[in-house]
């Protein structure tokens, strides 16, 4: 059998005098390793992505996470630090396939940046910068620590109770994790089922209430060291069985 094709959106960066379409490794091994799928990194082209042709392959999309933000822009507001990176071409072509595949039913995995995409693309907010919102903690790593320091667990997060995460994780009510960030969610989107917050409040997973299938967004990192961490390793399974499952069901596992 086929391993099931997972679609990884990349995003532009400026590597010396190109600019080139990435992916981080952590991410696309964790599809491989984790899942146990086929990953395929989609260029960030924007309106000129065909979409059917790629949804008519895939089996599931994971959406990773990246330094730049979801323009402010596409969720009404004005940016308010223009010295944040943004990444236009990735937001053309990650929020009209977050809509396309889950019309479709395809298993669907966000992190981070992703997870505040598929809220964007569905109708919520961001908090721009969640340190200053008052009650709020500051969720950001420190840019002075080395890598190891900035992925490693910083905070809890607790679990809603019979929630589909919880499931994944043996019905776990909370765990600790590693999550980074400076933006959030303020307005949840219609149709999401918050399925953990953090101490303050702030939402950190969710999923897709009425999706027929699998379709979590976490805000932290489940794919850094992934092998070393239970938790993580119950999520990619429980991800790439929901891409196997769809695949059997479209045919193309046989």
């Given at each position: 059998m086929p391993s099931p094709l997972v679609l990884v959106p990349a995003c532009?960066?400026?590597?010396g005098a190109h600019a080139y379409?990435?992916?981080?490794?952590?991410?696309?091994?964790?599809?491989?390793?984790?899942?146990?799928?086929?990953?395929?990194?989609?260029?960030?082209?924007?309106?000129?992505?065909?979409l059917e042709a790629l949804l008519d392959i895939a089996d599931g999309v994971m959406l990773t996470g990246s330094?730049?933000?979801?323009?402010?822009g596409l969720y009404g507001q004005d940016v308010l630090d223009p010295s944040l990176p943004q990444d236009a071409a990735r937001d053309a072509t990650t929020l009209p396939l977050i809509r396309a595949a889950l019309k479709r039913g395809l298993p669907l995995l966000a992190i981070c940046r992703g997870f505040q995409e598929v809220n964007v693309a569905l109708g919520g907010t961001l908090h721009q910068a969640v340190h200053t919102v008052a009650g709020m903690h500051d969720h950001r790593e420190n840019k002075h620590h080395t890598l190891e320091q900035q992925?490693?667990?910083?905070?809890?997060v607790l679990l809603q109770a019979d929630g589909a995460l919880s499931r994944i994780l043996g019905g776990a009510g909370e765990i600790m994790v590693n999550s980074l960030h400076g933006q959030g969610i303020a307005q949840l989107a219609p149709g999401l089922a918050v399925e953990a917050r953090a101490d303050d409040g702030l939402v950190e997973a969710y999923r897709v209430a009425d999706a027929a299938g699998f379709t979590l967004a976490v805000q932290w990192h489940p794919e850094w060291q992934l092998a070393q961490n239970p938790d993580s390793?119950?999520?990619?399974?429980?991800?790439?069985?929901?891409?196997?499952?769809y695949q059997s069901k479209s045919g193309r596992g046989a």
């Open positions: 532009i960066n400026q590597i379409h990435t992916a981080q490794l952590k991410y696309v091994d964790a599809v491989a390793s984790g899942a146990h799928c086929m990953p395929l990194i989609v260029p960030a082209l924007g309106a000129a992505t065909d330094p730049s933000n979801v323009h402010a992925y490693a667990a910083s905070h809890r390793i119950k999520l990619f399974l429980a991800f790439g069985q929901a891409c196997r499952n």
